[in-house]
C-alpha cells in the first residue's frame, strides 16, 4: 500500500500576486491545494495606536493610509464617528460632497481590482483601460482637494472645501469617457472563454460561510444577500439617493467580477444625482472683491487692517473653495469643533488664533466622553470605526473594523480544493488591500 504525500510551498510575501506583505503556506497534493495557512502581519502600521497620540482633526491623515485605493470613504468614516460622537450634524452641502467624493473613491476601488486582477489573469489590456478611467478620477480628486491619493478631505464638522469651479461640467465630460473604458472591459471580459475558465465556479463560498465569517461587501453580495451599509444603516443622505444594489448567485470570482462592475454605474448614477440636487450655498465670487492670499498676509503684517473686510482671498488650487464665503454651507457653524475659513486666518488675529488652537496640542476641540461605532460601505464592505472619547483633545482608543480581514480569514476555505492556478485568480477578487488588512 503507497502512502499518498504531500509537500508545502510558501507563496509570498516574494510573490507579485501577493503585494509583498502576504504569505500563503499551501499544502499541495501534486498541484491540488488541500491545506491553506495565511500569514499577515508584514505591514502593520500602528494605525490605531497613531490616533491615539494625535489631536482628533490630526488623525485624519492617517485614515488615508487605511485603504489608500478608496481614502475619501476612510476620511468620511472616521469623522463620521467623532461627529456621531458630538452630536453634530454638517449641513446638507457638506454631506452631498462627502457622498460624492466617497462614490468616487468607491469606482476607483473597483477599477483598480478588477484592472489588476484581470492583469494577473494574463488580460493587460483591461488593465490599461481601467486604469485610464481611473486617471480620470483621480484628476477630480485632485481637483478637489489638491492631491490624488493622500486626500485628507474631510474635517471634523464638514470638509475642508467647497467643490471648485466649474468641477460638475469636469464631471459630465468624464462620466462617459469611464462608461466607455468599463464597457470596452467588459466585452474583452465578460464572455471571453479564456476569462471565465480561470474565474466561473472558482473561490465559491456559500451565504451561510460568508455570513459566519462576517464578510461583507462585494464578497458578500455576490452570494446573493444584498447588505449594504448605506441601505442597511443609511448616512449622509444615502437614504435619499436612487441606486440599487447589484448581487450574484453563487459567490464565485465571476460573480464578484459581475457585481463590482455594476457597481461602477451605480456609484455614477448616485453621483449624478447629487450634483443635480447640490443645495446652494453663498459662494459666488466677484474679481474686484478678491485678493491672492499672500496679499492678505502682507496687508496684516504692515498693519492695514482696515481693507481686508471688503476683499475675499483668492487661493490655489490646494485651497481652493475654502474661503469664508463657502465655509458655511460644508462645514459646521462651531468655531470650537472646525477650523476656520483661510480667509479669515490670513484677514485678522482671531482667525489666525482659532486655526493654532485647533489644531495644537493640548489645545484641540474637545469631544465628549463616551464611545460609538459609525460604519460606512467602503470599497471591500463594512468599514467601521469605534471611537472612544475620555473628553481629553485626542481620542481615547480608536479601533478600525477593516472588511478585508474577515475575507482573509476565509480564504482557506476559498483555496482549499482548487488548484495552485486559481490562487492567483481567487486571490485577486479578495481585493485585499494591506493598509487597511494591517492597519
Given at each position: 500500500?503507497?502512502?499518498?504525500?504531500?509537500?508545502?510551498?510558501?507563496?509570498?510575501?516574494?510573490?507579485?500576486?501577493?503585494?509583498?506583505?502576504?504569505?500563503?503556506?499551501?499544502?499541495?497534493?501534486?498541484?491540488?491545494?488541500?491545506?491553506?495557512?495565511?500569514?499577515?502581519?508584514?505591514?502593520?502600521?500602528?494605525?490605531?495606536?497613531?490616533?491615539?497620540?494625535?489631536?482628533?482633526?490630526?488623525?485624519?491623515?492617517?485614515?488615508?493610509?487605511?485603504?489608500?485605493?478608496?481614502?475619501?470613504?476612510?476620511?468620511?468614516?472616521?469623522?463620521?464617528?467623532?461627529?456621531?460622537?458630538?452630536?453634530?450634524?454638517?449641513?446638507?452641502?457638506?454631506?452631498?460632497?462627502?457622498?460624492?467624493?466617497?462614490?468616487?473613491?468607491?469606482?476607483?476601488?473597483?477599477?483598480?481590482?478588477?484592472?489588476?486582477?484581470?492583469?494577473?489573469?494574463?488580460?493587460?489590456?483591461?488593465?490599461?483601460?481601467?486604469?485610464?478611467?481611473?486617471?480620470?478620477?483621480?484628476?477630480?480628486?485632485?481637483?478637489?482637494?489638491?492631491?490624488?491619493?493622500?486626500?485628507?478631505?474631510?474635517?471634523?464638522?464638514?470638509?475642508?472645501?467647497?467643490?471648485p469651479e466649474g468641477f460638475a461640467e469636469k464631471f459630465r465630460a468624464v462620466a462617459p469617457k469611464v462608461r466607455k473604458l468599463v464597457a470596452d472591459s467588459e466585452a474583452l471580459l465578460t464572455k471571453n472563454r479564456i476569462?471565465?475558465?480561470?474565474?466561473?465556479?472558482?473561490?465559491?463560498?456559500?451565504?451561510?460561510?460568508?455570513?459566519?465569517?462576517?464578510?461583507?461587501?462585494?464578497?458578500?453580495?455576490?452570494?446573493?444577500?444584498?447588505?449594504?451599509?448605506?441601505?442597511?444603516?443609511?448616512?449622509?443622505?444615502?437614504?435619499?439617493?436612487?441606486?440599487?444594489?447589484?448581487?450574484?448567485?453563487?459567490?464565485?470570482?465571476?460573480?464578484?467580477?459581475?457585481?463590482?462592475i455594476a457597481e461602477i454605474e451605480q456609484s455614477l448614477r448616485i453621483i449624478e444625482q447629487c450634483l443635480k440636487q447640490l443645495p446652494e450655498g453663498p459662494h459666488s465670487l466677484t474679481p474686484w472683491q478678491m485678493k491672492q492670499a499672500f496679499d492678505f498676509q502682507d496687508m496684516g503684517k504692515g498693519?492695514?487692517?482696515?481693507?481686508?473686510?471688503?476683499?475675499?482671498?483668492?487661493?490655489?488650487?490646494?485651497?481652493?473653495?475654502?474661503?469664508?464665503?463657502?465655509?458655511?454651507?460644508?462645514?459646521?457653524?462651531?468655531?470650537?469643533?472646525?477650523?476656520?475659513?483661510?480667509?479669515?486666518?490670513?484677514?485678522?488675529?482671531?482667525?489666525?488664533?482659532?486655526?493654532?488652537?485647533?489644531?495644537?496640542?493640548?489645545?484641540?476641540?474637545?469631544?465628549?466622553?463616551?464611545?460609538?461605532?459609525?460604519?460606512?460601505?467602503?470599497?471591500?464592505?463594512?468599514?467601521?470605526?469605534?471611537?472612544?472619547?475620555?473628553?481629553?483633545?485626542?481620542?481615547?482608543?480608536?479601533?478600525?473594523?477593516?472588511?478585508?480581514?474577515?475575507?482573509?480569514?476565509?480564504?482557506?476555505?476559498?483555496?482549499?480544493?482548487?488548484?495552485?492556478?486559481?490562487?492567483?485568480?481567487?486571490?485577486?477578487?479578495?481585493?485585499?488591500?494591506?493598509?487597511?488588512?494591517?492597519?
Amino acid at each position: 500500500m503507497t502512502q499518498q504525500k504531500t509537500f508545502f510551498m510558501n507563496m509570498g510575501p516574494a510573490h507579485p500576486a501577493m503585494h509583498g506583505v502576504i504569505r500563503l503556506v499551501l499544502e499541495l497534493d501534486g498541484e491540488l491545494i488541500v491545506g491553506t495557512e495565511v500569514e499577515i502581519g508584514y505591514l502593520h502600521r500602528a494605525f490605531e495606536k497613531h490616533c491615539e497620540t494625535q489631536t482628533w482633526n490630526n488623525a485624519i491623515p492617517w485614515t488615508d493610509r487605511l485603504n489608500y485605493v478608496s481614502p475619501f470613504i476612510n476620511n468620511c468614516g472616521y469623522c463620521g464617528a467623532v461627529e456621531k460622537l458630538a452630536g453634530v450634524s454638517i449641513p446638507e452641502r457638506g454631506q452631498h460632497l462627502r457622498v460624492i467624493v466617497s462614490e468616487m473613491s468607491r469606482i476607483t476601488d473597483h477599477l483598480t481590482c478588477i484592472g489588476a486582477n484581470a492583469m494577473e489573469l494574463g488580460a493587460f489590456t483591461v488593465f490599461l483601460y481601467l486604469l485610464e478611467a481611473r486617471e480620470y478620477l483621480y484628476q477630480l480628486a485632485d481637483d478637489i482637494c489638491g492631491a490624488r491619493v493622500t486626500t485628507d478631505y474631510t474635517r471634523i464638522g464638514g470638509v475642508k472645501a467647497d467643490l471648485p469651479e466649474g468641477f460638475a461640467e469636469k464631471f459630465r465630460a468624464v462620466a462617459p469617457k469611464v462608461r466607455k473604458l468599463v464597457a470596452d472591459s467588459e466585452a474583452l471580459l465578460t464572455k471571453n472563454r479564456i476569462f471565465i475558465d480561470r474565474v466561473d465556479g472558482v473561490g465559491v463560498i456559500s451565504k451561510e460561510d460568508a455570513l459566519a465569517y462576517g464578510i461583507t461587501g462585494p464578497f458578500l453580495r455576490s452570494t446573493g444577500i444584498p447588505y449594504d451599509v448605506r441601505r442597511a444603516h443609511p448616512y449622509l443622505i444615502y437614504d435619499r439617493l436612487d441606486f440599487k444594489i447589484p448581487v450574484g448567485s453563487r459567490g464565485d470570482n465571476l460573480d464578484r467580477y459581475l457585481c463590482r462592475i455594476a457597481e461602477i454605474e451605480q456609484s455614477l448614477r448616485i453621483i449624478e444625482q447629487c450634483l443635480k440636487q447640490l443645495p446652494e450655498g453663498p459662494h459666488s465670487l466677484t474679481p474686484w472683491q478678491m485678493k491672492q492670499a499672500f496679499d492678505f498676509q502682507d496687508m496684516g503684517k504692515g498693519g492695514d487692517t482696515a481693507p481686508l473686510p471688503r476683499y475675499l482671498a483668492k487661493f490655489c488650487r490646494t485651497l481652493e473653495g475654502s474661503g469664508r464665503d463657502r465655509i458655511a454651507g460644508v462645514t459646521v457653524q462651531q468655531p470650537a469643533l472646525v477650523m476656520p475659513a483661510k480667509a479669515e486666518v490670513y484677514g485678522n488675529i482671531e482667525g489666525l488664533m482659532n486655526q493654532f488652537e485647533t489644531v495644537m496640542w493640548t489645545w484641540g476641540i474637545r469631544i465628549p466622553a463616551g464611545a460609538v461605532y459609525h460604519p460606512v460601505e467602503g470599497g471591500n464592505g463594512e468599514l467601521g470605526f469605534h471611537v472612544v472619547s475620555n473628553g481629553s483633545d485626542r481620542p481615547y482608543r480608536v479601533r478600525c473594523r477593516p472588511p478585508c480581514l474577515f475575507i482573509m480569514a476565509a480564504l482557506p476555505k476559498l483555496l482549499n480544493g482548487g488548484y495552485v492556478a486559481d490562487v492567483v485568480a481567487t486571490f485577486g477578487s479578495v481585493n485585499m488591500i494591506a493598509g487597511e488588512l494591517d492597519r
